[in-house]
């Protein structure tokens, strides 16, 4: 069955950096688009990034550009989420998102369009 593991949330002070990990199972994980996705407390899930199934196209919400580097490990099956310079409002429950449909990518913020997700892991960045 598909299985999303998130990992490599914490702790950190605002300006720092962390490295979020999400190893992919279960399908052929090259075939699919994948996100990241956000949920602050009180919040809806909001999209964070994007990247196609071959890598060469990258998407991000505006808060995060020049900041967060999304990128993928096809032959380890893992997609990555490098934030820097995180502030405190990052602060959230992470979450990978498996795209729908395979060999198809375009921009999308609808949840509808993502039909396996990770357990999240929370980023908390004190100020």
């Known amino acids: 069955q598909v299985q999303l593991v998130e990992s490599g949330g914490g702790l950190v002070q605002a300006g720092g950096s962390l490295r979020l990990s999400c190893a992919a199972s279960?399908?052929?994980?090259?075939?699919?688009?994948m996100d990241w996705f956000r949920q602050a407390p009180g919040k809806e899930r909001e999209f964070v990034a994007s990247i196609s199934w071959s890598g060469h196209n990258t998407y991000y919400t505006d808060s995060v550009k020049g900041r967060f580097t999304i990128s993928r490990d096809n032959a380890k099956n893992t997609v990555y989420l490098q934030m820097n310079s995180l502030k405190p409002e990052d602060t959230a429950v992470y979450y990978c998102?498996?795209?729908?449909?395979?060999?198809?990518?375009?921009?999308?913020?609808?949840?509808?369009?993502?039909?396996?997700w990770g357990q999240g892991t929370q980023v908390t960045v004190s100020s």
């Open positions: 279960g399908y052929i994980f090259s075939s699919y688009g």
């Open positions: 998102a498996r795209r729908r449909d395979s060999h198809t990518y375009y921009l999308t913020y609808d949840l509808r369009d993502f039909n396996y």
